[in-house]
């Protein structure tokens, strides 16, 4: 039973205070951080900071740790943590609010998190074992790692209006050979921007990505295409991007110079010369998957887009995570595929429902962390408990990111002869 529960006040990757919280039962102590991001709307769940500009810029979380110390700490004592369901009624039931703005989603969701460990440890079984099973889940599937090998937008400092530029290796047999594949991958880009740019274009951005100072979207996939051929292995990878096009939806056009001080303005697209753009990329390059392609309000363009069957469209802000608008459009099709990022949804019950929806809907899912992370690689287990197919974590760089994707050889070399690894199934695996 949970006989202990203790939050504090930690740092993630970006240096921005989050919750992490030490869940103590008869089988030990039990320990899960949140992650945070930017890419925020108007419809997600509230993260709770304290707001008080003179400490920590606003950010600072003492009220959320108050909130797990006390009220949420108070409920769950003496309750079995294998009983994930009930758990997390439980702390939803204390919060009165819709969008958990009383109690706070980062406070629910890291003694979710803490509570699932618990609980794996209390059936003896390992985490993702422990998460296929609350998901009525029978196959364990290592899902593809998508890494982001370039990035721009809001997760780095140059002109490039694109977020993310992925690569997928679903021609790898197993999870092992993936990460070779990102790797080398990964490397060989290094040595294509220092050849063109120069040591600084070798800065990373939020993510442990490349970030030269690009600005427009072919210019950062021919570097990434010309990264693959010096890898050969090119008929194993695909690459898939986030645009993450909400960042810079200006009144009725896409502003793809959104960050640079002196813009000209010849560079405001519309909504169709943005389907335009994609349809030609996708011509170009072995692109299949798109995510974030308009701004999340622009659901018409997105469903447009969508019903062109040219890649998977993926929804981030779009969806928000939030079960009313993933049902909209999955009715209305307006994408085909669901980001899920866990710190939206609060606890990992509504995370399952979510994913239920998607995968009846015949939905792609993509296991996400966040641009703020922390060394807690609860999401791999996730993705592999939750049968996703595919996680994006990054670039193969960066303690917070590769947390995630060592995790992930863990559970392969667990599992041994019955690993199974998403590859060319990564859309429904
Ligand atoms: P974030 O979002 O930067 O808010 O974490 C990542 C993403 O857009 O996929
Ligand atoms: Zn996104």
């Known amino acids: 039973e949970i006989t202990k529960i203790r939050a504090r006040q930690i740092f993630d990757s970006r240096g921005i205070p989050t919750v992490e919280v030490d869940l103590h039962t008869n089988k030990g ?107 009525g889940q029978t196959n364990l599937v290592l899902p593809v790692p998508a890494f982001t090998l370039i990035s721009g937008g809001k997760h780095a400092g140059s002109n490039l209006a694109i977020q993310e530029i992925m690569i997928v290796p679903i021609g790898a047999a197993t999870f092992e050979e993936a990460m070779q594949i990102g790797t080398e991958t990964y490397h060989h880009l290094k040595g294509v921007i220092f050849e063109k740019y120069g040591p600084a274009g070798c800065n990373v951005g939020d993510d442990g990505s490349l970030a030269p100072n690009i600005s427009s979207f072919s210019e950062g996939l021919d570097l990434v295409k010309e990264a693959i051929d010096r890898t050969g292995y090119s008929g194993k990878i695909k690459m898939a991007l986030d645009v993450a096009a909400t960042n810079f939806y200006i009144g009725t056009k896409y502003d793809l110079d959104f960050k640079s001080p002196n813009k000209s303005g010849q560079n405001f697209k519309s909504a169709e010369d943005m389907i335009d753009m994609y349809t030609q990329l996708c011509r170009d390059y072995p692109i299949v998957s798109i995510e974030e392609p308009f701004d999340k309000d622009d659901w018409e363009h997105t469903k447009l887009f969508t019903n062109l ?3 998977q469209v ?53 296991m996400s962390h966040r641009c703020g992370e922390t060394e807690d690689s609860f999401i791999a287990d996730l993705a592999v408990g939750m049968t996703t197919g595919i996680i994006k974590a990054g670039a193969p760089c960066r303690g917070e990111r590769i947390a995630k994707y060592n995790q992930l050889l863990r559970i392969e070399e667990e599992l041994g002869d019955k690993a199974i690894f998403a590859g060319k199934n990564w859309r429904l695996p």
């Not at 994408?335 to 239920?356: P, R």
């Open 29 to 135: 102590m039990f320990r899960a951080a949140v992650p945070s991001g930017p890419s925020t709307g108007v419809y997600d769940v509230v993260e709770l900071r304290d707001g008080d500009k003179g400490k920590y810029l606003g950010k600072c979380v003492s009220g959320a740790i108050k909130n797990i110390n006390e009220k949420i700490s108070e409920a769950l004592i003496g309750m079995d943590p294998t009983l994930q369901t009930q758990i997390d009624q439980a702390i939803v039931d204390l919060d009165k609010t819709e969008n958990k703005g009383e109690l706070g989603a980062n406070a629910m969701l890291a003694v979710s998190i803490a509570a699932c460990k618990a609980g794996a440890a209390e059936k003896e079984v390992s985490l993702y074992k422990h998460v296929a099973d609350l998901s």
């Open 309 to 311: 069957g040219i890649c």
């Open 314 to 366: 993926v929804g981030d802000v779009l969806l928000m995570s939030n079960i009313k608008r993933i049902e909209k459009a999955i009715d209305e099709s307006t994408c085909n595929a669901l980001l899920l990022k866990v710190n939206q949804f609060g606890t990992i019950t509504e995370a399952i429902e979510a994913v239920k929806m998607a995968t009846d809907a015949h939905w792609g899912v993509v």
